[in-house]
Structure formats: C-alpha cells, structure tokens
C-alpha cells in the first residue's frame, strides 16, 4: 500500500465484532481473568489497551517499522527512549533542537549520570566518539533553525561505532519521510503537532526497527507508565487518517510563504528547506518527500518584533506547531527558553527570529497577516 492508503487503513482496522469502522475507544482499567492464572490478551491498561494498540500498530506500519508505543506526550516517548541508557553513557545532540528534548538531557538525565555531547558540524562527528558514547540523537529538519541533517550518512557512522541512531520526525511526519528507511534505529514523534493535526490533544510515539528493542521500550513503557490514554489514543488515529491531505496543504502554502517573504524588506532572513537556496535542500530532496509546513525568520532591525507579534490577526500567537491553524511562536522566550544563553546566541536562536507553522488557511490570508503585521510593527526614525 502507499502511504496515503496506509495511514487511512494501516495498522487495526475498525472492530471485528461489530464491523464498525473505528476502532473503539476501550475506556478500561483492567480485564476479566477467566480463570485463576488465566488472562487472555489483556491484563491491565498500563501493560496494554486495544485503542492504545491500535495507533501503536498505525505508527509501526506508516514508518516502516516493527513495533511502536504511544506515551502520553512526546516527551514522554523521549524520556523513555532516554531511559534505554545508563550512568556514565554519553549521547550525542544536533545544536538547535527541541528545547524540552535539551531540557530533560541536562536537567533530569545528567543527574542520574547519562551525558550529551552537542554536535555542530555531523562531517566531524567520529571526533566526538568515544568509549561511552551510545547514541546520536538528531532532528531533521531541527527545530527552530531548520538545519537538514543527513539522516543516511550519519546512521552509517552511528552504526560503524555500534551507536543508536534515534530521529525526532516530529516535522517531517511519516507521510514525508521515513528515517528507518534511512538506516535510524529509533523514530520519535511528538503525536501533539502533524500528526494529531488539531491542536487538541498531547501525545508522544516511539517506533523501532527491532525485536530486541521493542521488547526493551515496552518494558519501559510498562515499568515507567507514561501511556496514551485510550481517547487521546482515538483522536491520534482520526488525526492521522488526513494526514496527507493536510501535509500537501500546509506544504504548498510554506512553499509560497516563504517564498514570497524572502523578498520581503522587513525581513532578513527565511529559513525553509524547500527555498532553492537553503543550504540543505538538496539532502532534504533526497531523502524526504517534501519540506513540510514550519517556516522560521529573522526580522530586520529596524522592525519591532513585540509591536509585530501583538498585530497579527488570523495567526494564533502560541506554542506549539503543526495544527491546521497558523501558529506563531518566539523560539527564544518560548519553546527554545530552555536552552543555554550562549548557545542560543551563538546559533542565532535570538529575539527578532520567529518561527511560523503555516497552517492550512488560504495561503493569501496567511500572508497578507503576517505582511501588515510587518508593516505595523516598522520603527519609524527616532522611535
Ligand atoms: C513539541 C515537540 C516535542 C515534545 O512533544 P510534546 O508532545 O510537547 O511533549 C518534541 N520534539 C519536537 C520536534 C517537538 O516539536
């Protein structure tokens, strides 16, 4: 099956028992034993629940690989692949990532003795190799930069060493590129963004390529209990079944956005993976289907960046990314807060960059909002 059919009918289709269409929503805690030492599938929600097992079954099936988890938020699923690890291993990060993935490496991990590595040039990356290094860990596209990582050339590295290769696809979704096919050992996902597709929910996914490792994560799963709950389980699954209707959409009008914004004299700078002259487009076509729908930019000096957010209209100003509604956020004070003060200086993560998840509103209207939101927000001299 392609993908447009998979995502539709991959994974536990409907109910057997009753033919309905979509699977039920199994709003239970526990499971009749028939008798004493006897259960059948199911014991207890926590270890395993129809609804939950279905989207688990979706998201192995759409990215290729052999089993998959729903946790109860991406970080959760983060968390848990962290768990896989041990004191005094080291795992090496992309530069600019989600900050809540930095966040929980240096505030939660490091205290139990599993340490990072920050990696900015990937050419270079045996330097950073040593004996305790276990895994890389990388987004591609990263988050807010959209720095393209080549997913290939360093799962070839990662597994010369014997190193894990774990990707966030939280922005490239499995309808535009599959990171097990690219040689990744993990796929991570915040189910909250793309996926889900509604902004009403929060909720995480793992999937792994291996026996072993699946084993291991639902060992964690079950011991750690970080689990979707069997509606939010639901709503992944009815959020999925359009995925790639609404991934073409918010594709063609990032495309036009940041096409049309590049030329814009308010702005210094556009950062998208489909503008022809952005450094990674090129790996970006080979090994993605698409460039997805987040677009990040950086205001010229002479625009009040406060006096822009505060004057746009259809676009919702907020956190998060990735639902049909146009979402704009200030990666510095908002999702990337949580990364050191120098580093995000140094990457550029800094107040005139905003980071905008084009939704799938006309493409003239998101544009016409962000234009006169630009020309309110103009300093006039002396001010
Ligand atoms: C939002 C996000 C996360 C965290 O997911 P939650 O569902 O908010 O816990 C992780 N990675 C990326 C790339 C994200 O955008």
């Given at each position: 099956?392609?993908?447009?059919?998979?995502?539709?009918?991959?994974?536990?289709?409907?109910?057997?028992?009753?033919?309905?269409?979509?699977?039920?929503?199994?709003?239970?805690?526990?499971?009749?034993?028939?008798?004493?030492?006897?259960h059948?599938?199911?014991?207890?929600?926590?270890?395993?629940?129809?609804?939950?097992?279905?989207?688990?079954?979706?998201?192995?099936?759409?990215?290729?690989?052999?089993?998959?988890?729903?946790?109860?938020?991406?970080?959760?699923?983060?968390?848990?692949?962290l768990?896989?690890?041990?004191?005094?291993?080291?795992?090496?990060?992309?530069?600019?990532?989600?900050?809540?993935?930095?966040?929980?490496?240096?505030k939660?991990?490091?205290?139990?003795?599993?340490?990072?590595?920050?990696?900015?040039?990937?050419?270079s990356?045996?330097?950073?190799?040593?004996?305790?290094?276990?895994?890389?860990?990388?987004?591609?596209?990263?988050?807010?930069l959209?720095d393209?990582?080549?997913?290939?050339?360093?799962?070839?590295?990662?597994?010369?060493?014997?190193?894990?290769?774990?990707?966030?696809?939280?922005?490239?979704?499995?309808?535009?590129?599959?990171p097990?096919?690219?040689?990744?050992?993990?796929v991570?996902?915040?189910?909250?963004?793309?996926?889900?597709?509604?902004?009403?929910?929060?909720?995480?996914?793992?999937?792994v390529?291996?026996d072993?490792?699946?084993?291991?994560?639902?060992?964690?799963?079950?011991?750690?209990?970080?689990?979707?709950q069997?509606?939010?389980?639901?709503?992944?699954?009815?959020?999925?079944?359009?995925l790639?209707?609404?991934?073409?959409?918010?594709?063609?009008?990032?495309?036009?956005?940041?096409?049309k914004?590049?030329?814009?004299?308010?702005?210094?700078?556009?950062?998208?993976?489909?503008?022809?002259?952005?450094?990674?487009?090129?790996?970006?076509?080979?090994?993605?289907?698409?460039?997805?729908?987040?677009?990040?930019?950086?205001?010229?000096?002479?625009?009040?960046?406060?006096?822009?957010?505060?004057?746009?209209?259809?676009?919702?100003?907020?956190?998060?990314?990735?639902?049909?509604?146009?979402?704009?956020?200030?990666?510095?004070?908002?999702?990337?807060?949580?990364?050191?003060?120098?580093?995000?200086?140094?990457?550029?993560?800094?107040?005139?960059?905003?980071?905008l998840?084009?939704?799938?509103?006309?493409?003239?209207?998101?544009?016409k909002?962000?234009?006169?939101?630009?020309i309110?927000?103009?300093?006039?001299?002396?001010?």
């Amino acid at each position: 099956m392609n993908i447009e059919s998979l995502l539709i009918h991959g994974g536990i289709e409907g109910d057997k028992r009753t033919g309905a269409v979509n699977i039920p929503i199994y709003q239970t805690s526990t499971y009749k034993q028939s008798e004493f030492g006897k259960h059948a599938d199911y014991e207890y929600s926590r270890t395993g629940n129809p609804t939950r097992e279905a989207v688990e079954k979706l998201i192995s099936d759409i990215e290729g690989g052999t089993r998959g988890f729903a946790f109860a938020s991406g970080l959760a699923a983060i968390t848990a692949v962290l768990t896989l690890f041990k004191s005094g291993d080291k795992i090496l990060i992309t530069n600019n990532l989600y900050g809540g993935t930095f966040r929980v490496l240096d505030k939660v991990f490091k205290n139990f003795g599993i340490n990072y590595d920050i990696i900015d040039n990937f050419d270079s990356i045996e330097n950073h190799i040593d004996k305790n290094t276990k895994a890389i860990f990388i987004e591609s596209p990263t988050n807010p930069l959209l720095d393209v990582v080549d997913i290939k050339k360093v799962s070839e590295k990662a597994k010369k060493h014997g190193l894990l290769t774990i990707v966030d696809n939280t922005f490239m979704t499995p309808y535009f590129q599959n990171p097990i096919s690219l040689g990744s050992d993990i796929v991570v996902h915040s189910g909250t963004k793309y996926l889900g597709g509604h902004s009403d929910l929060v909720a995480g996914l793992v999937v792994v390529n291996d026996d072993e490792l699946g084993e291991r994560i639902h060992f964690i799963q079950n011991a750690t209990g970080g689990i979707l709950q069997p509606f939010d389980s639901f709503l992944l699954i009815r959020g999925i079944k359009t995925l790639s209707v609404r991934m073409d959409r918010h594709e063609e009008n990032a495309v036009y956005i940041a096409n049309k914004l590049s030329s814009n004299k308010s702005i210094n700078k556009v950062y998208y993976p489909g503008l022809e002259s952005h450094p990674g487009h090129l790996i970006q076509k080979s090994q993605a289907r698409g460039f997805g729908g987040v677009i990040t930019f950086r205001l010229n000096e002479d625009v009040d960046y406060i006096k822009f957010i505060n004057n746009l209209d259809l676009i919702t100003f907020g956190e998060s990314l990735g639902g049909v509604e146009s979402l704009l956020c200030h990666p510095a004070t908002m999702t990337h807060a949580a990364l050191p003060v120098d580093l995000r200086n140094r990457l550029g993560i800094t107040e005139r960059l905003i980071r905008l998840s084009v939704g799938i509103e006309n493409k003239e209207d998101i544009l016409k909002d962000v234009e006169n939101a630009l020309i309110i927000a103009i300093k006039k001299v002396g001010e």
